[in-house]
């Protein structure tokens, strides 16, 4: 991970700098023209106007992505403002996608991904692993605890148990007390040791690459067996975890529920090789921005965009203080607004240490 994460961060660094200039010219053309303000005043109205206009759009339902301009209406207005100002967003709201062509959909779900791909250039998997073996364990440890606790937990467990044949070979009385802090560990310490079995009896010690494979593992089911292809592998894979299910429902991408319903239906708004990053941004959003009880509307970059906008808190200095954001040692810490977690465009920074 260190490997990968290094490449990221560089490549997030080269990124920045664009992003940071357009975000300068946008918010003085922001300023030019008060975009912000027509919207809350037409938003009602525009609200309870929108279906008559969309009418003749939902015939159109299975057109080619380049026809049907009308929704683009939705988006294009707010998007200045939020771009500029993150808090700024609350009162420019686009109209529930209600009706929503195809077209529309796959348009706007693009859009909120390439926002996302700014404000978090440098998102990747935030458990730290150097080869696939390391990533497969800390994936299955990840289960009902932080990332950030199973960093700190993974180093001693391969230091000891440095490969498949080892951690096979564990005692797991030992196993259980260094995965103790990541919690049920006696069901984890089962799984990474029978997962370990498998990979020394049936595959020379090596991580397959291949789904089929994975998904066959102890303690591997379809999310962990994407985490593990997309990062170790580069093969895209979609990650249907807890914060990636609340979010894509949020946004109306889909009304699904079950997780291999939902990876099949986001899979099919997105070309194939936006997938594993797509599902960075995601997971990073709903993990910073989009909580689940309370999320930070108010303080939202892509709420122009979400139909779900004014689910949490929409006032922007109280939004800023929902913003979680996680410090070495102290996961999911609330750090004081606003220069703690905003760098100089407004966006929310990235996490301490992170590449
Ligand atoms: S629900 Fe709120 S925080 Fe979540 S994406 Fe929508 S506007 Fe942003």
Redesign the pocket.
């Known amino acids: 991970m260190k490997t990968a994460a290094a490449g990221k961060g560089a490549s997030a660094s080269a990124k920045k700098a664009a992003p940071a200039k357009k975000a300068t010219a946008k918010k003085s053309a922001a300023k030019k023209a008060p975009v912000a303000k027509k919207a809350p005043a037409a938003k009602k109205a525009t609200a309870a106007k929108k279906p008559a206009a969309k009418k003749p759009a939902p015939a159109k339902s299975s057109a080619p992505l380049k026809k049907a301009p009308a929704p683009r209406k939705q988006v294009v207005a707010p998007k200045k403002a939020t771009a500029s100002v993150p808090a700024a967003p609350a009162k420019t709201v686009a109209a529930h996608p209600r009706g929503e062509s195809r077209t529309a959909l796959v348009r706007r779900a693009r859009r909120i991904d390439r926002e996302l791909a700014e404000v978090y250039p440098y998102a990747h998997p935030e458990l730290d692993f150097e080869n696939p073996f390391q990533l497969v364990v800390a994936t299955v440890l990840s289960a009902q605890t932080t990332d950030l606790r199973v960093n700190q937990t993974t180093p001693a467990l391969f230091a000891k148990y440095p490969t498949p044949e080892d951690l096979a070979a564990a005692d797991p009385e030992e196993v259980e007390e260094i995965l103790r802090p990541t919690g049920f560990f006696r069901a984890k310490t089962k799984s990474v040791i029978g997962l370990s079995k498998a990979l020394a009896e049936q595959f020379g010690g090596e991580v397959p690459g291949r789904l089929e494979d994975l998904v066959k593992l102890p303690g591997v089911g379809r999310k962990t067996a994407f985490v593990v292809l997309g990062n170790a592998f580069g093969r895209p894979g979609i990650t249907v975890d807890t914060h990636f299910q609340r979010?894509v429902r949020?946004?109306k991408w889909t009304d699904e529920t079950d997780p291999d319903k939902i990876e099949a239906a986001v899979g099919a708004l997105f070309p194939k090789s936006d997938w594993t990053d797509l599902s960075h941004h995601v997971i990073w959003?709903g993990r910073r921005?989009?909580h689940a009880r309370k999320?930070?509307?108010g303080a939202?970059p892509?709420?122009p965009l979400?139909p779900?906008?004014g689910?949490?808190e929409t006032d922007p200095e109280k939004a800023k203080k929902l913003l979680k954001y996680e410090k070495a040692g102290q996961p999911g810490q609330r750090l004081k607004p606003p220069q703690a977690y905003l760098d100089a465009g407004g966006r929310p920074a990235p996490p301490l240490g992170a590449g």
């Open positions: 979010l949020r946004w959003h921005i989009c999320p930070a509307c939202c892509i709420a979400c779900a906008y689910e949490g």
